[in-house]
């Protein structure tokens, strides 16, 4: 049952960015405790979309590090200095984000919403919080909740007069990196609905179909470019392709992130596991590692979406190399450089338009939750009152017709629901 915007006093969520559309989540959360802001990010696009701006706010709440739910956080905290809430993992990775955002920004030109010094005020408001462990704000519980998702990313759960639960972005299955997420009880769920509508493959099924791909190319002759997100993919693809004791190297901001994963121990699957992975992979740290990594036989390297990163100089020395093959991973937004290589064959490096003449393939490793995935959860939350975020506009149309006898929402950028 789908229902239009209720006009009662009481609880009130308000969507500032990331309702009708993917990344950017930011959303307010009025009750008796006062209002709280959930996550302040922006949708990483050619120019930026940021959301609508925040009014002042009593506390912050930072479901994980990525930046379409943290990039605007230090906009929000030079205004407004309030406590920021999240997992260790969220801190330190969100710290990386946040400024690679704004070198970004100044990079090509987009409007600076912040400066580097108010990244180090929002670590200084930062309050580091553990799963399962309550935290007050205006005399009503939080807890932090596993979301699947990434290493440290959250759920938070509100004890209060309302049970509600909010989940930022989720994964329900383990992964090689992150467990899948737990499922508490809720009257009122706010959830993100990325994969509205589609499945993924099987998880392992992908993951050997990469590890043989991978071991295709090596053995004629070739090297395997990985493209592959900082967080949280790169360490992912480490782990699974250690086995094959090739001569693996990592590039970009990967290895900070491998860093402050390896401190991460309650956060991840298998500490051990990921350590080893990390540990058995070589870090391109100079200019010369760059030149000696050209006897890699794999190279895991930013950027996911092929738009900047070390990963076009990899390439644009493979590219015509009919025994090599660059392996996608990761989402890809319509207008990246990733999106156009998919689709096109083609590729943009240093502003000129290429033909890639090696193999290229795409494997299916999200981190977010399939259709029934996300059918299964709000189930098994079994709450009255379902809001669908962070999904396509109308493709969240096809989740809300599973919800049969629940109320549900799909809000849009602005929207107002009081219940
Ligand atoms: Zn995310």
């Not at 699957?269 to 350590?275: C, V, Y």
């Not at 990963?311 to 090599?324: Q, V, W």
């Not at 669908?388 to 096809?398: E, P, S």
Request: proline share 5%; net charge negative; aromatic share 8%.
């Amino acid at each position: 049952m789908l229902s239009d915007t209720a006009k009662v006093k009481g609880l009130k969520f308000t969507f500032y960015g990331g309702a009708d559309e993917v990344g950017g989540l930011a959303v307010t959360v009025e009750d008796g405790f006062g209002k709280v802001m959930f996550d302040y990010g922006l949708i990483p696009k050619d120019p930026p979309v940021h959301p609508l701006e925040a009014p002042p706010v009593d506390e912050i709440i930072l479901t994980h590090a990525h930046v379409d739910h943290s990039g605007m956080i230090p906009w929000l905290t030079s205004r407004y200095q309030v406590p920021v809430h999240g997992t260790y993992p969220t801190k330190e990775v969100g710290r990386l984000l946040m400024l690679d955002s704004l070198k970004v920004a100044r990079m090509e030109g987009y409007f600076e919403p912040y400066e580097n010094g108010d990244v180090d005020d929002t670590m200084s408001l930062f309050t580091v919080e553990r799963f399962d462990r309550g935290f007050n704000i205006g005399g009503t519980e939080f807890i932090p909740r596993m979301a699947g998702h990434i290493p440290g990313a959250a759920m938070f759960e509100i004890r209060g007069e309302n049970n509600i639960l909010f989940t930022g972005d989720i994964h329900t299955v383990e992964t090689r990196l992150v467990p899948g997420a737990v499922v508490p009880k809720a009257d009122v769920l706010v959830i993100e609905s990325t994969y509205s509508g589609r499945e993924h493959p099987d998880r392992k099924q992908t993951e050997d179909g990469l590890v043989d791909k991978v071991k295709e190319i090596v053995e004629r002759g070739g090297q395997a470019i990985l493209p592959a997100f900082a967080v949280g993919r790169t360490q992912e693809l480490l782990m699974i392709l250690e086995k094959t004791g090739y001569n693996i190297w990592v590039d970009g901001m990967g290895r900070k992130v491998n860093r402050i994963y390896g401190k991460s121990r309650e956060y991840v699957t298998s500490h051990n596991d990921l350590k080893r992975a990390c540990l058995r992979a070589y870090a391109v740290e100079t200019n010369e590692d760059r030149f000696r990594s050209d006897r890699a036989d794999v190279i895991v390297t930013t950027s996911g979406m092929l738009d900047g990163g070390p990963a076009l100089n990899y390439i644009e020395k493979i590219r015509n190399d009919p025994k090599s093959g660059i392996l996608m991973s990761g989402f890809q937004v319509e207008e990246s450089n990733g999106y156009r290589l998919l689709n096109t064959g083609h590729l943009e490096i240093n502003g000129v338009l290429e033909k890639v003449n090696c193999e290229v393939q795409r494997f299916d490793l999200s981190a977010h939750a399939g259709h029934s995935g996300l059918v299964d959860f709000v189930n098994k939350c079994d709450p009255e009152t379902v809001m669908l975020v962070h999904g396509d506009g109308d493709r969240r149309k096809i989740l809300a017709d599973e919800f049969d006898g629940r109320k549900v929402f799909l809000p849009k950028k602005g929207d107002e629901i009081v219940l």
